[in-house]
Nanobody
Framework: VQLQASGGGLVLAGGSLRLSCVASGRTFGSYDMGWFRQAPGRERRFVAAINWSGSSTDYADSVKGRFTISRDNAKNTVYLQMNSLKPDDTAVYYC??????????????WGQGTQVTVSS
């Protein structure tokens, strides 16, 4: 499977963005999916994850209550709805796919990033 992320942009603090990650291939529904982000000069960090069926989700503490991950397997797409954005959310956001093992949370397929910039 290949992943294509989009939806980034420039937004004012307090605003919202929705990122999308479209997967090629027919096996999207069998993958756990995740979103990660990397700010300049910092390591890539976990943001959110969703299991293959959408029945389980997880979030980094820094985004809980503000971000929502979801997926539409019929459209081969995973979303990240980001509300109440803060300047600290500025980063390149990456989507990732991994085998359906919720406990392991390992991702071996990565998309290209999409830039999110939040101005104060």
């Amino acid at each position: 499977v290949q992943l294509q992320a989009s939806g980034g942009g420039l937004v004012l603090a307090g605003g919202s963005l929705r990122l999308s990650c479209v997967a090629s291939g027919r096996t999207f529904g069998s993958y756990d999916m995740g979103w990660f982000r990397q700010a300049p000069g910092r390591e890539r960090r976990f943001v959110a994850a969703i299991n293959w069926s959408g029945s389980s989700t997880d979030y980094a503490d820094s985004v809980k209550g503000r971000f929502t991950i979801s997926r539409d397997n019929a459209k081969n797409t995973v979303y990240l709805q980001m509300n109440s954005l803060k300047p600290d959310d500025t980063a390149v956001y990456y989507c990732a796919a991994g085998p359906p093992n919720w406990g392991a949370r390992k991702y071996n397929i990565w998309g290209q990033g999409t830039q999110v910039t939040v101005s104060s």
